[in-house]
């Protein structure tokens, strides 16, 4: 079988082909971009247990909590993910603000456990979610705060916007509706 440059052989099989394989684009779109999205989202779930308003209604308490919690802890996760993927383009004067970032979400370990706390009733048989409020604020407060601070080394990291091209919004506003 014998392969031409443009990556088939000449008897019509599809090849390996011979060019670089450069997974950039695609790889920015799904371990950053897809998680920089990711946080936003889970962000509004730890605060209201839902995305969209009407969503909870009819919801009981106890299942809001449950939503609330589970949106801090991907929040949390989702935000190691995204540091974890960076981390090698992150540029040399942003590294120790990145490990710094790191540090402060390990330490988070220990306390997301204690924001809530699940009992069963022995009287009334139900299932009671109960959220520290103070603690769990705090946590919040703490990961909203790295999440916002994040977007500047990895835009000097030319990991958000190409440096050294002019932005387009509305290209990307499009591109982003459009799905790609």
Known sequence: MVFGKGGK????????????????????????????????????????????????????????NKRRVEGLQRLHSIMKQLLGN???????????????????IKRLDEFIPKAFEQKHDAVSH???FEINEELFKKI???????????????????LIFRASEEVDLDKIMNDIVQGG
């Open 126 to 128: 139900d299932d009671i």
């Open 9 to 64: 052989s000449s008897t019509g099989d599809v090849s390996l082909g011979t060019d670089a394989w450069n997974v950039a684009d695609g790889y920015t779109q799904l371990k950053i971009l897809r998680l920089l999205i990711q946080l936003d989202r889970y962000d509004t779930i730890a605060q209201f247990g839902t995305e969209e308003v009407g969503d909870a209604v009819g919801v009981m308490d106890n299942e809001i």
């Open 86 to 104: 960076v981390l090698f383009a992150i540029r040399k004067v942003d590294k120790k603000e990145i490990e710094t970032y790191f540090e402060r």
């Open 140 to 158: 919040l407060v703490i990961l909203q705060d790295i999440k916002d601070k994040l977007n500047v080394p990895l835009n000097n990291a030319g």
